[in-house]
């Protein structure tokens, strides 16, 4: 494992008092106190969204006329929050008829496709929106089309060579594109299309009769959790969105749904960090979209009082917890599969796949063995019942490989070879027929090799180097989590040191508590999901994030060790 120090780059920050944060700051790029504002005001005009108008406009004539508006989402977290979004705001907007449909993964797959849009019609609406999807739906809006349902997508996912003709097209990676952040999740174009259609309805004097108009930073809950779930860039617009939405989670301002999965997760709301939405509230919410069907998450966040709200936050951590079992199983089966397989030892890029892998976890599967093996994964699952010469494959990369990039070139060199395929630079997803999987294996180790050298194939730990034994406390910790939101493309604080082992124990039959020392201070320190060090060990160097450990009497601080190793001057 190689250790790195971030490089700090040249920063108008002198009014930050902290050298700390200064030199945290510096080392992601942040060149002025400016790109730092979390306030509403500094959020990017929707004006450069493409379509953005004439997408409010027709959902302003829908909602003045009371036409049938059907929310179609994605079964993941980001999609589930989008669609309750759209429908508490256009709700509130004055639409009387509101309605949403979420395709269910094992029968109908990812998307707006012909037979999505076949279920929709029957609901006779005459406006689709996607949201989280729609951007590669060619045949779905086509479909709509020849229904006479006009569409309205809201999407995020980096478009194909070809769009779909459909009414509006709302998205910040279309080509041409001038918006500012190019990183919003799905739920953050949706936010902003129903900004932009608040905004035309004022105009045309809705709010002018007894109409109130909705104040959309309540909603801003929805758009934090849905964008630190769907693990996009924190850039500044997300991180605005991101803290604004936090924010109003502390003090108490979010919906009862959130509300209960929170507390069905042991998280304090008063104290929720976008952490705790990646890690806590955001994989309860995606349960129900990989194992079941993502409708009853997003019932959750649509219930109107906690009791309701509770009642299925606790079938969402059933969900939860019977997804990490299976992970697990799956997540050992892939290895043990890895290992037997010669050929996988010399690949760049790495194909598994088994029979009995569930289609609704083979992406975390994809990312668990991407972080053991520092290596772009695909895992596949059977398709099922409705495709049973098919597999469904989901992928996960390594930083500065483009993994849609990877499989456009399989794609174009290989033409039929990928049914379809779509997603982001970290993530994609994919299908291919059964007969070809040993076939592509090959293919997609080939495409790896055509985007990656030698230094992006080793595993790096990046840091914002050392802490004196003086920073070591409270304060800095607090400082430090104050100065976020962290997360994607705008990593948590970490550092790097070198310290005396004290102590060691497990606790939790698997974690690591530590006791260091350095410079004469003694800190506590927790290393999660690691072996004991071998008695002779009496140093060690750690990268590690600093955090306040608040579950005695009085908060401590404490060293989330994210890498430990044997000091050099070690016995």
Same mark, same amino acid.
């Given at each position: 494992m190689q250790i790195l120090t971030r490089e700090v780059v040249p920063a108008a920050l002198n009014e930050l008092p902290s050298p700390i944060l200064r030199r945290v700051y510096a080392a992601r790029g942040i060149e002025n106190t400016g790109q730092l504002d979390r306030t509403l005001s500094a959020l990017q005009s929707p004006a450069k969204l493409p379509d953005i108008e004439l997408a409010a406009q027709r959902l302003a004539d829908a909602?003045?006329?009371?036409?049938?508006?059907?929310?179609?989402?994605?079964?993941?977290?980001?999609?589930?929050?989008?669609?309750?979004?759209?429908?508490?705001?256009?709700?509130? %907007?004055?639409?009387?008829?509101?309605?949403? %449909?979420?395709?269910?993964?094992?029968?109908?797959?990812?998307?707006?496709?012909?037979?999505?849009?076949?279920?929709?019609?029957?609901?006779?609406?005459?406006?689709?929106?996607?949201?989280?999807?729609?951007?590669?739906?060619?045949? +779905? *809006?086509?479909?709509?089309?020849?229904?006479?349902?006009?569409?309205?997508?809201?999407?995020?996912?980096?478009?194909?060579?070809?769009?779909?003709?459909?009414?509006?097209? *709302?998205?910040?990676?279309?080509?041409?594109?001038?918006?500012?952040?190019?990183?919003?999740?799905?739920?953050?174009?949706?936010?902003?299309?129903?900004?932009?259609?608040?905004?035309?309805?004022?105009?045309? +004097?809705?709010?002018?009769?007894?109409?109130e108009a909705p104040n959309l930073a309540q909603y801003l809950d929805l758009v934090a959790l849905g964008t630190v779930a769907d693990v996009v860039p924190l850039d500044a617009n997300n991180r605005i969105l991101v803290h604004q939405g936090v924010q109003r989670m502390r003090a108490g301002k979010c919906t009862p749904g959130i509300k209960a999965i929170a507390e069905i997760a042991k998280r304090s709301l008063a104290k929720l960090t976008a952490q705790d939405l990646g890690f806590a509230l955001g994989p309860? %919410?995606?349960?129900?979209?990989?194992?079941?069907?993502?409708?009853?998450?997003?019932?959750?966040?649509?219930?109107?009082?906690?009791?309701?709200?509770?009642?299925?936050?606790?079938?969402?951590?059933?969900?939860?917890?019977?997804?990490?079992?299976?992970?697990?199983?799956? *997540?050992?089966?892939?290895?043990?599969?890895?290992?037997?397989?010669?050929?996988?030892?010399?690949?760049?890029?790495?194909?598994?796949?088994?029979?009995?892998?569930?289609?609704?976890?083979?992406?975390?599967?994809?990312?668990?063995?991407?972080?053991?093996?520092?290596?772009?994964?695909?895992?596949?699952?059977?398709?099922g019942d409705g495709a049973p010469d098919e597999l469904k494959g989901s992928a996960r990369s390594i930083s500065d490989l483009h993994i849609r990039d990877v499989l456009d070139w399989v794609a174009a060199s290989h033409p039929g070879l990928l049914l379809k395929f779509g997603g982001h630079a970290m993530a994609a997803g994919l299908s291919i027929k059964r007969a070809h999987l040993e076939r592509f294996k090959v293919i997609f180790d080939k495409a790896v090799r055509q985007f990656v050298n030698?230094?992006?194939?080793?595993?790096?730990?990046?840091?914002?180097?050392?802490?004196?034994?003086?920073?070591?406390?409270?304060?800095?910790?607090?400082?430090?989590?104050?100065?976020?939101?962290?997360?994607?493309?705008?990593?948590?604080?970490?550092?790097?040191?070198?310290?005396?082992?004290?102590?060691?124990?497990? *606790?939790?039959?698997?974690?690591?508590?530590?006791?260091?020392?350095?410079?004469?201070?003694?800190?506590?320190?927790?290393?999660?999901?690691?072996?004991?060090?071998?008695?002779?060990?009496?140093a060690v160097r750690a990268v590690y994030r600093l955090s306040v450990n608040d579950y005695g009497e009085w908060p401590t601080a404490q060293l989330v060790v994210e890498y430990l190793e044997p000091a050099s001057s070690s016995h």
């Open positions: 909602v003045t006329a009371q036409q049938h508006i059907l929310i179609v989402g994605d079964f993941d977290a980001d999609g589930a929050t989008a669609v309750a979004l759209c429908v508490k705001v256009l709700e509130a %907007l004055g639409a009387s008829r509101v309605s949403f %449909l979420v395709p269910n993964r094992f029968e109908f797959g990812y998307g707006l496709s012909p037979e999505i849009v076949e279920l929709a019609a029957r609901q006779q609406p005459e406006v689709l929106v996607t949201v989280d999807n729609g951007v590669s739906s060619i045949a +779905g *809006v086509a479909r709509a089309n020849d229904l006479g349902i006009d569409v309205i997508v809201t999407d995020h996912h980096l478009p194909g060579a070809e769009l779909p003709a459909a009414f509006a097209i *709302v998205n910040p990676n279309l080509p041409g594109a001038t918006f500012g952040s190019r990183c919003m999740a799905g739920v953050g174009v949706a936010y902003y299309v129903m900004g932009a259609v608040r905004g035309e309805l004022r105009k045309r +004097g809705w709010f002018e009769h007894g109409r309860r %919410l995606n349960a129900a979209g990989r194992l079941e069907d993502m409708s009853l998450g997003i019932k959750c966040l649509l219930a109107e009082d906690l009791s309701q709200a509770r009642e299925i936050a606790t079938a969402l951590d059933r969900l939860n917890q019977a997804r990490r079992e299976l992970e697990q199983e799956m *997540v050992g089966d892939a290895e043990f599969l890895l290992a037997e397989d010669q050929l996988d030892e010399d690949r760049v890029g790495l194909t598994v796949y088994h029979e009995s892998f569930h289609q609704g976890v083979v992406g975390i599967v994809a990312g668990r063995l991407r972080e053991k093996r520092h290596r772009p994964v695909i895992a596949f699952a059977d398709a030698h230094d992006m194939l080793q595993a790096k730990l990046l840091t914002d180097g050392e802490l004196s034994a003086e920073d070591l406390n409270v304060e800095t910790a607090e400082l430090l989590s104050a100065g976020g939101p962290w997360g994607s493309g705008f990593p948590e604080p970490s550092f790097t040191g070198e310290f005396a082992l004290v102590s060691q124990r497990v *606790v939790g039959e698997q974690h690591l508590k530590l006791v260091l020392k350095t410079a004469g201070r003694v800190i506590d320190a927790i290393a999660f999901r690691h072996p004991p060090l071998p008695a002779q060990v009496d």
